[in-house]
């Protein structure tokens, strides 16, 4: 997790879900295999 917020911060999103939805979620899933969704994520 604290990864994606490092990288958020060095990203030119401004808020946390749309980075979540537009880069995590499509990017970065074969490095985080166990990603959850963003409405996953707030419960």
Avoid: C, G
């Avoid at 999103?13 to 959850?36: G, M, Q």
């Amino acid at each position: 997790m604290m990864t994606i917020v490092i990288a958020l911060h060095q990203s030119w999103y401004r808020d946390f879900k749309t980075y979540y939805i537009h880069f995590v979620y499509l990017y970065l899933t074969n490095e985080f295999p166990e990603l959850v969704s963003y409405k996953r994520m707030l419960m």
